[in-house]
């Protein structure tokens, strides 16, 4: 299946735990000032790639933890980002989304795609960044008002349920 890429990092170290396969999705309405990634913003930038591609890069690296889905904005792109979340699944592997939307926003879309592809992850990290709120002290998140959402406790307790991170 074709997707819109920005981008494409196949050992990130900071997208989540672990080694990981981060894909950058290409397009993104928030346009958040001082945004790390401000070249994914243009929906018809970057190039396209196939799902199974980069699901053959996750299986053949035994040292892959799971894939982030990031941007741009991934659920901008909802049907390619489930096949990979479903085939990193597959593979035994977990995964993580990054979103500029907060879990009600994505709630309240009622987009049955969005619905789908946030059933097939395991960890949200939700909110817009916001530059005022920037900040290097919280692992994997770019300003303070941004969650780490444990995304099957949230949708089985009908509200946003916080992912705890493990101690090193």
Known sequence: MEIRLAGLVVDSIVDGPGLRLAVFVQGCAHRCPGCHNPASHDPAGGY?????????????????????????????????????????????????????????????????????LLCAVDVVVDGPFIEAQRTLNLRFRGSKNQRLLDAPASRAAGQPVPHSLPVW
Do not use: F
């Open 48 to 116: 396209t790639d196939d799902t199974e591609r980069l699901l053959t890069l996750l299986r053949g690296n035994a040292l892959l933890s799971g894939i982030t889905l990031s941007g741009g904005e991934p659920l901008l792109q909802p049907v390619p980002c489930l096949a990979l979340a479903q085939g990193s699944h597959a593979l035994g592997k977990n995964v993580w989304l990054y979103t500029g939307y907060t879990w009600e926003e994505m709630l309240g879309q009622s987009d049955p795609d969005v619905l789908a």
